[in-house]
């Protein structure tokens, strides 16, 4: 536990991010969210987590931009490995400026709870920019997708999977993004909800809803509190379907604009 002790104090002296949607639409060069969280318990019950969240945007122009958001989670309890994750969404816009726009995506993610080894998925989609003023933005994707996901486990909650580790389909994928801000920015909330539905199976789909608040306290420092609920209809067998987070934190802005640079 010592290492995991001064990975803790360190966490304490460095300015962490866990905030709001990144919006590559924003006339900024460059956009960073960094978090790291985490908790250490010894005693009558030895526990420790760690959770990372770096969200980067690159627009150089007000034609492409590119926006990547990872995640990584661990978590034991008495030394044995509950949580393992990551999690990395990608991707790559066309003209972000304008009110609908295409993009190209691509995710990775493994998650050790749910006995996935690996998953990724490409495709392609429109975004709709429905509301968008000063201090508030609500956007809407739809995408296409295809998907592979490999399971360390060949039994699931379908028998009609079973006997494979591996299972491959079309999605479509619909999203809403959203951020609001209150009181003269001293109120921030957010929220990202998707679903996405198999082409080929009805019974193989999956959504996902997040929702924080953010109390800015003094140059882009503040404080955060965020949620986040999963549900999965085709899992490894005994694996349950819902999965929920939350998490508080400390909160820092980070942003450059192209002007800034020259």
Same mark, same amino acid.
């Given at each position: 536990?010592?290492?995991? +002790?001064?990975?803790?104090?360190?966490?304490?002296?460095?300015c962490?991010?866990?905030?709001?949607?990144?919006?590559?639409?924003?006339?900024?060069? =460059?956009?960073?969210? &960094?978090?790291?969280?985490?908790?250490l318990?010894?005693?009558?019950?030895?526990?420790?987590?760690?959770?990372?969240?770096?969200?980067?945007?690159?627009?150089? &122009?007000?034609?492409?931009?590119?926006? +990547?958001?990872?995640?990584?989670?661990?978590?034991?309890?008495?030394?044995?490995?509950? #949580?393992?994750?990551?999690?990395?969404?990608?991707?790559?816009?066309?003209?972000?400026q304008?009110?609908?726009y295409?993009?190209?995506?691509?995710?990775?993610?493994?998650?050790?709870?749910?006995?996935? #080894?690996?998953?990724?998925?490409?495709?392609?989609?429109? +975004?709709?920019?429905?509301?968008?003023?000063?201090?508030?933005?609500?956007?809407?994707?739809?995408?296409?997708?295809?998907e592979?996901?490999?399971?360390?486990?060949?039994? =699931?909650?379908?028998?009609?999977? #079973?006997?494979?580790?591996?299972? $491959?389909?079309?999605?479509a994928?619909?999203?809403?993004?959203?951020?609001?801000?209150?009181?003269?920015?001293?109120?921030?909330?957010?929220?990202?909800?998707?679903?996405?539905?198999?082409?080929?199976?009805?019974?193989?789909?999956?959504?996902?809803?997040?929702t924080?608040? $953010?109390?800015?306290?003094?140059?882009?420092?503040g404080?955060?509190?965020?949620?986040?609920?999963?549900?999965?209809?085709?899992?490894?067998?005994?694996?349950?379907?819902?999965?929920?987070?939350? +998490?508080?934190g400390?909160?820092?802005?980070?942003?450059?604009?192209l002007?800034?640079?020259?």
């Amino acid at each position: 536990m010592q290492i995991k +002790t001064i990975f803790l104090l360190l966490f304490w002296l460095v300015c962490v991010r866990i905030s709001a949607q990144i919006n590559e639409s924003d006339t900024l060069f =460059f956009q960073y969210n &960094t978090a790291l969280s985490g908790n250490l318990q010894t005693g009558n019950l030895e526990a420790f987590a760690v959770r990372l969240k770096a969200d980067f945007s690159f627009a150089p &122009t007000r034609h492409w931009a590119f926006k +990547t958001q990872n995640t990584y989670r661990y978590q034991e309890f008495y030394t044995n490995k509950v #949580d393992n994750d990551f999690y990395s969404r990608n991707f790559f816009y066309l003209g972000q400026q304008r009110r609908v726009y295409p993009f190209v995506l691509a995710f990775v993610a493994t998650n050790y709870r749910r006995k996935i #080894d690996f998953r990724h998925f490409t495709g392609a989609g429109v +975004t709709w920019q429905i509301a968008r003023a000063p201090g508030h933005s609500v956007k809407m994707a739809l995408s296409g997708v295809y998907e592979s996901t490999r399971f360390a486990d060949n039994q =699931f909650n379908y028998p009609e999977y #079973d006997g494979a580790n591996r299972i $491959e389909t079309w999605r479509a994928s619909a999203w809403l993004f959203g951020k609001h801000q209150f009181w003269d920015r001293r109120l921030r909330i957010y929220y990202e909800i998707f679903v996405q539905p198999s082409l080929q199976k009805a019974n193989n789909f999956r959504w996902q809803a997040e929702t924080g608040i $953010e109390w800015p306290l003094w140059k882009g420092l503040g404080l955060t509190a965020n949620y986040v609920f999963t549900r999965e209809n085709v899992t490894v067998r005994n694996v349950k379907a819902k999965d929920g987070l939350l +998490t508080f934190g400390i909160v820092y802005n980070g942003k450059i604009n192209l002007k800034e640079i020259k």
